[in-house]
């Protein structure tokens, strides 16, 4: 009998936890480091506050927002994708803004036993790319991932990709393509600066001149008419914060200048 009273008693005095308020955020696979490290300074920012991330190719997240419509913030890796999100109806008004940039490089698989060791000469040439050097080159799929789009429209722009599209060997994502260079798989592949600084398993052996490759704009947006609109919009504006933006430039992002002084103007989550 008395533990029943003590028992009583305890659940009567012991304070009770509200639930943890949960942000859904679909984000391109590009981002998984960065994203993670963001959401976990917002979350002890914001006590009661879980960021849950789902990533992968941004072609993939559109469909499945535009499907299921789960996503409270989509971060695309293109304008293509959050354009498909768009019309559909999907986006809150006035929260669709790019927030960053990146570069694509030329890598190749790094053997440790012989670092020296290269298919490529010190001083690229494209034509390398359809040598015999190279017979598989990983990029992630053309069609439906933005970091295959902007391969193949670098490639077509210096006049190389009817030259080198019979040997592509296509990958689920910009990751996927990273690691079928990383086992060999693939003698060559093209990916972003920033999964290329993850790596200890491929070198870089040209990067793309910003200039001669395609603009490359991930695109943030809020999704419309969702549970928990104010903490998803709090998260946005913590993304364009000063803080973000530096944990987006350690991990080799591009940050617009643009982008820069708003975060700057506004002072949100700064330094």
Known sequence: MLHCVLAVLSSISAPHLAPATEITVYAAASLRESMT???????????????????GSSGDLAKQI?????????????????????????????????????????????????????????????????????????????????????????????DAWDAVKDRVLPAVDVRAALAAVESGGAQAG????????????????HGVPLEEGPKVTYVVALMKDRPQAQEARAFADFLGSERSLDVFEKRGFLVPPEVKAAAKTKGVGGK
């Open 37 to 55: 490290e963001i959401g976990a300074l917002r979350e002890r920012d914001a006590p009661g506050t879980k960021i849950v991330f789902n990533f």
């Open 66 to 158: 535009v499907a299921a419509n789960k996503a409270d913030l989509f971060f695309s890796a293109d304008e293509k994708e959050m354009d498909r999100v768009g019309a559909e109806g999907l986006i809150a008004e006035g929260t669709r803004r790019v927030l960053l940039s990146n570069q694509l490089v030329v890598i190749e698989p790094f053997d440790r036993d012989h670092p020296d060791k290269s298919r490529f000469q010190k001083a690229f040439e494209i034509a390398q790319l359809s040598g015999p050097n190279v017979k598989r080159l990983s990029l992630a799929n053309t069609e439906g991932v933005p970091a295959g789009r902007y391969a193949k429209a670098w490639l077509e722009k210096v």
């Open 190 to 205: 093209i990916v972003y600066r920033t999964d290329a600084a993850i790596s200890k398993g491929i070198r870089i052996v």
